[in-house]
């Protein structure tokens, strides 16, 4: 309890010094037990020193910058230990902060559960509004097959239910959402890059797959421009409170990101965003008519566009090069045909645009990376691209060197592993998951790994990726020595994946992702090295501050906004 005390006086010391120097207009040394830099010229030091904008002007030992910069201010942070600020490589800030304007399905652990928490929900609903939710995941209820329209027709005949699953890639309607999409959903038709679940008689079940799903969205009521704002602002303020510094949020459309530059405008973007245009659409438009973006601040930028080539491995989608090994005559499916893809990467090309494609499955990477060969030509390895594989889950033994060979980044979640390894396997069988978040084995090729959470699908904590990273065990350490452990990280590699490596696939290495002088003051300080400290220890790890352009990452006062249900 003392230590606890002492820790946060810490941070609140450390606050109230952080406001002096600002006003005061100065410099501002921070020491600590264990600074790590990512430089490797400097990999280890005891402080930092940074001027009001911002600016890193030194790293080094504790009286070396006391001695050097004698009338600067003067933070002493005691045994705690500093990173370089983490970086998500992979997520979603919108579809966070929106779903806690929802109801909450994740860790419901039947079907029962879930339709409780929607009973409950629904009664703070005026009559005939959509009940929307997600989070639902079959594998982890008793009867993992999918559910079904009529489990939810018989709580709200009449009120339209849509709830997405807990990957985004699959939805949950009843018949009134399903009335609504205003097409007939029955029969033997497939629409482009998804899949209406079926019965034998073609009646519509109630589960749509991926590009599916679209004809339900559509249906929704759209949302006011102050609550795509409000998700936004709920979903950065989670992600600093888990001392993240930047996100690269996976798939912005105009409108999300002109909300993005209102926020930006106001100041209120607490963390750093690299946002990636949402497929061949109205953003990566707006890239080619009027170039790569970035607003004056720093906070937000785009030059990045995001392409789906397969679905999820948990609804099935994900494209497969034989038969998924528990559904016989069931590859998956390409939300893009080959075709589509190489238009749009061409037209990335084109426009200077960074390609980042979404792959899960074996026929889905396979299909990117000959894509990626034939756009980059045989001089791939000498251009700094920087084109990346969003996942890179399931790879055939004889593409997984590919990436390195063609410098293609391989942007992963560590902590999919460690909530797909219960099922992982049945889908796969004891070949093919050889080649399955195959980490160790990318990183021994030479591949370069950013890694991510793909949040909200998991926690947005970057402590618990850097645990499944070093440890693929679940929060109780099983199976003990972890799941397939030859592919393992060790922190170091981890805590790169989180910073350097993140930085370095979204363009920001020159700003970000080490503690350098000329970088900004991105950093979070822990209560314990991270390198140190056994890897069971990292889920736990107490974030003491998160600080961007040396500023405690805090989102403004909350404004009132209307409800977005």
């Keep these: 309890m003392r230590a606890s005390r002492q820790l946060s006086m810490l941070a609140l010391v450390w606050t109230l010094a952080w406001c002096g120097a600002a006003s005061a207009q100065q410099l501002t040394v921070v020491?600590?037990?264990?600074?790590?830099?990512?430089?490797?010229?400097?990999?280890?030091?005891?402080?930092?020193?940074?001027?009001?904008?911002?600016?890193?002007?030194?790293?080094?030992?504790?009286?070396?910058?006391?001695?050097?910069?004698?009338?600067?201010?003067?933070i002493d942070l005691g045994e705690a230990a500093i990173v370089p600020g983490l970086i998500d490589s992979h997520a979603h800030v919108f579809e966070l902060g929106i779903n806690q304007l929802q109801v909450d399905l994740t860790d419901t652990r039947s079907k029962a559960e879930a339709l409780q928490r929607l009973r409950e929900y629904a009664r703070t609903l005026p009559a005939g509004q959509w009940l929307i939710g997600y989070g639902w995941d079959q594998?982890?209820?008793?009867?993992?097959?999918?559910?079904?329209?009529?489990?939810?027709?018989?709580?709200?005949?009449?009120r339209p239910?849509?709830?997405?699953?807990?990957?985004?890639?699959?939805?949950?309607?009843?018949?009134?959402?399903?009335?609504?999409?205003?097409?007939?959903?029955?029969?033997?038709?497939?629409?482009?890059?998804?899949?209406?679940?079926?019965?034998?008689?073609?009646r519509a079940l109630g589960v749509l797959i991926d590009d599916a799903m679209d004809l339900i969205e559509h249906a929704r009521p759209p949302l006011e421009p102050a609550a795509v704002e409000q998700a936004l602002s709920l979903g950065m303020r989670a992600a600093v409170s888990h001392g993240l510094t930047g996100v690269h949020d996976a798939g912005v459309d105009l409108n999300t990101l002109r909300a993005y530059q209102r926020l930006a405008d106001r100041g209120e973007l607490p963390l750093r965003i690299t946002a990636f245009a949402a497929g061949d659409g109205d953003a990566l438009e707006s890239l080619c008519r009027d170039g790569l973006y970035q607003h004056p601040s720093g906070r937000l930028r785009m030059r990045t566009v995001k392409l789906y080539a397969d679905g999820a491995l948990g609804s099935r989608g994900a494209a497969l090069l034989k038969d998924y090994s528990d559904e016989r005559g069931n590859r998956g499916l390409m939300r893009m045909s080959p075709e589509a893809m190489a238009k749009a990467i061409a037209k990335a090309e084109r426009c200077g645009v960074q390609v980042a494609t979404h792959a899960i499955g074996d026929r889905g990477n396979r299909e990117v990376l000959d894509l990626y060969a034939r756009a980059l030509g045989a001089d791939a390895a000498k251009r700094d691209h920087r084109w990346r594989i969003e996942h890179?889950?399931?790879?055939?033994?004889?593409?997984?060197?590919?990436?390195?060979?063609?410098?293609?980044?391989?942007?992963?979640?560590?902590?999919?592993?460690?909530?797909?390894?219960?099922?992982?396997?049945?889908?796969?069988?004891?070949?093919?998951?050889?080649?399955?978040?195959?980490?160790?084995?990318?990183?021994?090729?030479?591949?370069?790994?950013?890694?991510?959470?793909?949040?909200?699908?998991?926690?947005?904590?970057?402590?618990?990726?850097?645990?499944?990273?070093?440890?693929?065990?679940?929060?109780d350490g099983k199976p003990a020595g972890g799941w397939h452990p030859e592919e393992k990280l060790t922190?170091?590699?981890?805590?790169?994946?989180?910073?350097?490596?993140?930085?370095?696939?979204?363009?920001?290495?020159?700003?970000?992702?080490?503690?350098?002088?000329?970088?900004?003051?991105?950093?979070?300080?822990?209560?314990?090295?991270?390198?140190?400290?056994?890897?069971?220890?990292?889920?736990?790890?107490?974030?003491?501050?998160?600080?961007?352009?040396g500023v405690p990452a805090r989102m403004p006062q909350a404004r009132k906004q209307p409800d977005s249900r």
């Design 31 to 74: 020491t600590a037990a264990r600074v790590h830099t990512l430089d490797p010229a400097q990999p280890r030091a005891q402080g930092l020193v940074f001027d009001e904008a911002g600016t890193i002007r030194a790293v080094g030992g504790r009286a070396d910058l006391l001695h050097l910069y004698p009338g600067a201010r003067h």
């Design 139 to 158: 594998n982890d209820w008793m009867d993992p097959r999918f559910p079904e329209a009529a489990d939810l027709d018989a709580e709200f005949p009449d």
């Design 161 to 202: 239910v849509w709830l997405q699953r807990i990957d985004g890639h699959a939805g949950w309607a009843n018949s009134a959402a399903m009335r609504a999409a205003g097409r007939e959903l029955g029969g033997d038709w497939q629409p482009d890059g998804g899949r209406i679940v079926r019965d034998d008689k073609g």
């Design 392 to 475: 890179a889950q399931i790879l055939a033994p004889e593409d997984l060197p590919r990436l390195a060979a063609l410098h293609i980044i391989a942007a992963m979640q560590p902590t999919h592993a460690t909530s797909d390894m219960p099922w992982a396997e049945q889908r796969l069988g004891p070949r093919r998951i050889n080649g399955a978040y195959a980490w160790r084995q990318l990183r021994d090729s030479g591949a370069r790994l950013a890694l991510g959470s793909d949040f909200p699908v998991e926690s947005v904590d970057p402590r618990l990726g850097l645990y499944a990273a070093t440890t693929r065990s679940d929060a």
């Design 491 to 549: 922190a170091f590699e981890a805590l790169r994946g989180f910073t350097a490596d993140a930085a370095y696939a979204g363009f920001a290495e020159a700003e970000v992702g080490s503690l350098v002088p000329g970088k900004r003051a991105d950093f979070v300080v822990l209560e314990h090295d991270p390198l140190a400290v056994e890897p069971r220890r990292l889920r736990d790890l107490r974030v003491l501050g998160t600080y961007v352009d």
